[in-house]
């Protein structure tokens, strides 16, 4: 008689075959040995299927049962049922499978999927068959059925004000739980939304079954948080930056990768229709040879921790310039050459060390070349991008963007109002989008040390006084 090993019993604990009478078709079963069955509990382990994902070509895992994987003792034979299942081949093709049945050692592994609308997902993958194997939904699912848990790390002001609500709110993304070092913070919040509370991640990860989380910590918080929830297997959605130094950005792009996780940086901008047109009109004006941005506000450089080097990673450049960075990374490329020049001298009654203003010179060899002013000390609040090629100029200020032909005369314009209270919800809709392959990661880990590369030249050339080529860094 073979004796079922259920997706929800604890760890460590051996079976007798009448459990079996409790549980259907879709577990897994092995011959039943003098000494039982175990099973392990696993929880979030990460582990790949070589040479196979849904969808796309890589490396897949699924998630089993509600903690982790069930194995068999010393290798046994295990054979996996599953009954009416649709599922999705490598090429993107649907099937449907009944009654399939698989004999052989269990070797395949997990990865956390989101919940479906039915419930707990209990899946296997049998990478040879390229079935979905279990009672729970298939891979396939509409996204309008798939549901996702999260969990907010980081109760500042930008986990509150913007991505709390965003979760809340969500259709698709259920908040489950939330984590701050400060305990009164997390009270008032726990209270608010009516979930538990953490003052510690390692604890968050270990005692909630998560999707992902959404991190928005101080700078020198992040590079733990992320390092944690890789070693969970949860997938982050994080606030920018990447990481304080290059180092730091290599190092947590290796274990995303080594633990099969996806990570995006929130840019608000990525996902605003005024800066997603620039490259239409960028396209109309000829060839391009000059740019000039600049990014100022007024506000307190000494505040909090963004006014200490060791805990920010730097100032104005790695904090709020980060955007602007992102930016014309994305309009005009990784530049050869860089040049900046930095003060921490604006406001000589407070004490902090982190640069108030920076001005970078970024040319390539194209011949494009151009300016970046960043202050913490400038007032009023200006952003301004402007682009000047050979049939004419684009200008993308805050909440409008414009070209002009040679004579200063506006060809075309789009202006948005209210443009940022939705960014937060469409970068977790995306991200939503991103885990179920419906989207590229345009803001990945990997892609993003391009920026720390950047950052990293910037603060090299300030120190030196001479101009960096950020490419070599990470050649």
């Known amino acids: 008689m073979p004796v079922i090993v259920p997706p929800h019993q604890p760890s460590q604990q051996t079976l007798t075959s009448d459990v079996r009478q409790q549980f259907s078709a879709g577990s897994a079963m092995v011959p039943e040995s003098g000494e039982g069955v175990t099973r392990t509990c696993r929880r979030r382990s990460q582990l790949r299927v070589p040479g196979w994902r849904p969808g796309r070509s890589g490396s897949a895992s699924v998630r089993v049962g509600c903690c982790g994987r069930s194995f068999p003792t010393r290798g046994a034979p295990v054979r996996l049922v599953t009954r009416n299942c649709t599922i999705r081949t490598p090429a993107g093709r649907s099937a449907t499978v009944n009654q399939h049945t698989r004999q052989g050692p269990l ?10 609308s039915g419930g707990m997902s209990n899946r296997l993958v049998d990478p040879t068959a390229n079935v979905l194997l279990g009672t729970a939904s298939p891979l396939a699912v509409s996204p309008s059925n798939r549901r996702f848990r999260a969990a907010m790390v980081g109760l500042g002001k930008q986990g509150r004000e ?4 965003a979760l809340a709110a969500s259709p698709s993304v259920d908040l489950v739980a939330v984590c701050d070092a400060d305990d009164k913070a997390v009270a008032l919040v726990e209270s608010e939304y009516h979930v538990p509370g953490y003052t510690n991640v390692v604890d968050l990860l270990d005692g909630e079954d998560l999707d992902f989380v959404v991190v928005a910590v101080p700078h020198h918080a992040g590079r733990d948080v992320v390092l944690a929830a890789a070693a969970h297997g949860v997938h982050v959605l994080k606030e920018k930056p990447l990481a304080t130094s290059l180092d730091e950005a290599q190092e947590i792009t290796e274990a995303c990768q080594a633990a099969g996780i996806e990570l995006m ?11 997603t047109t620039f490259p239409q009109l960028y396209d109309q004006i000829g060839e391009p040879f000059l740019f000039e941005a600049s990014y100022t506000m007024a506000v307190d450089p000494s505040s909090g921790w963004r006014g ?4 920010a990673g730097g100032g104005c450049i790695i904090d709020m310039g980060y955007h602007i960075i992102d930016t014309l990374l994305w309009y005009f490329g990784m530049p050869d050459h860089v040049l900046a020049h930095t003060a921490a001298v604006a406001r000589p009654e407070l004490d902090y060390d982190a640069e108030d203003t920076a001005v970078l010179h970024l040319s390539y060899d194209s011949g494009l070349f151009g300016t970046v002013l960043l202050s913490r000390c400038i007032a009023p609040k200006t952003e301004v991008i402007r682009a000047i090629g050979t049939r004419g100029s684009v200008v993308l200020e805050r909440g409008r963007i414009r070209r002009l032909d040679n004579d200063g005369t506006a060809v075309e314009a789009l202006a948005r109002e209210n443009a940022w209270p939705s960014a937060a919800a469409a970068q977790l809709d995306h991200f939503r989008r991103v885990l179920m392959d419906q989207r590229p990661n345009v803001s990945g880990a990997e892609a993003h040390l391009a920026h720390a590369a950047v950052v990293t030249a910037a603060y090299a050339s300030a120190a030196s006084g001479q101009m960096v080529d950020p490419k070599e860094l990470i050649a």
């Open 107 to 116: 070797t395949t592994t997990e990865k956390r999927l989101p919940k479906t």
């Open 265 to 275: 940086v929130t840019l608000q901008r990525r996902f605003n229709p005024v800066y």
């Open 162 to 165: 913007d991505h709390l609500p």
């Open 308 to 311: 200490s080097n060791r805990l």
